[in-house]
T-cell receptor, first 115, second 116 residues
Framework: GAGVSQSPSNKVTEKGKDVELRCDPISGHTALYWYRQSLGQGLEFLIYFQGNSAPDKSGLPSDRFSAERTGGSVSTLTIQRTQQEDSAVYLC?????????????FGPGTRLTVT | AQKVTQAQTEISVVEKEDVTLDCVYETRDTTYYLFWYKQPPSGELVFLIRRNSFDEQNEISGRYSWNFQKSTSSFNFTITASQVVDSAVYFCALRGNTGTASKLTFGTGTRLQVTL
């Protein structure tokens, strides 16, 4: 079956521009997560959605970062006024439910480069 | 706060050698889950195993085995008779049960290089 998909796979943007990253979770998965992977910081949690609501936004690094999820499916992560330190691979994951017992399945990621 | 430590940054072995990847965790939660993920050069994180904190039984899946020891807060991963296709970065992760405990806390990963 189809896994988690993300688009674009690569994005190069100029400092100060806004970017939108998209995640399409596995069909039927109610929980969706965004993580960021960078050389200096490793794999960091950003935000968790259960359905369309976000009970945990604790990992968003600044108010330039926001995310939404509509229809309990697709999610968009938006970074406003991008900075060079935002350069990283942004990973999306989904799981059947947000409960502890369910493993998270990851997408291929979006590599963001801010020049 | 939760923490996962993978002290081995990089390991190189020759094919057919056995290799153990170490993972040590910290948590105050009484119930928690531990995971291992593989990240091959293609970049996608692949789920390998989940272990509950109340189940210390070791697990074997083919050439892979996992040793969970609560007494030492460790969840080590052994690959027997390693193969070149095992070359990847391996991440250990922890998930607690307090608050909105869905997020995974990852270790920094161990890069495994298997050569012929």
């Amino acid at each position: 079956g189809a896994g988690v998909s993300q688009s674009p796979s690569n994005k190069v943007t100029e400092k100060g521009k806004d970017v939108e990253l998209r995640c399409d979770p596995i069909s039927g998965h109610t929980a969706l997560y965004w993580y960021r992977q960078s050389l200096g910081q490793g794999l960091e949690f950003l935000i968790y959605f259960q359905g369309n609501s976000a009970p945990d936004k604790s990992g968003l690094p600044s108010d330039r970062f926001s995310a939404e999820r509509t229809g309990g499916s697709v999610s968009t992560l938006t970074i406003q006024r991008t900075q060079q330190e935002d350069s990283a691979v942004y990973l999306c994951a989904s799981s059947l439910d947000g409960g502890q017992t369910y493993e998270q399945y990851f997408g291929p990621g979006t590599r963001l480069t801010v020049t | 706060a939760q923490k996962v430590t993978q002290a081995q940054t990089e390991i190189s072995v020759v094919e057919k050698e056995d290799v153990t990847l170490d993972c040590v965790y910290e948590t105050r939660d009484t119930t928690y889950y531990l995971f291992w993920y593989k990240q091959p050069p293609s970049g996608e994180l692949v789920f390998l195993i989940r272990r509950n904190s109340f189940d210390e039984q070791n697990e074997i899946s083919g050439r892979y085995s996992w040793n969970f020891q609560k007494s030492t807060s460790s969840f080590n991963f052994t690959i027997t008779a390693s193969q070149v296709v095992d070359s990847a970065v391996y991440f250990c992760a922890l998930r607690g049960n307090t608050g909105t405990a869905s997020k995974l806390t990852f270790g920094t990963g161990t890069r495994l290089q298997v050569t012929l």
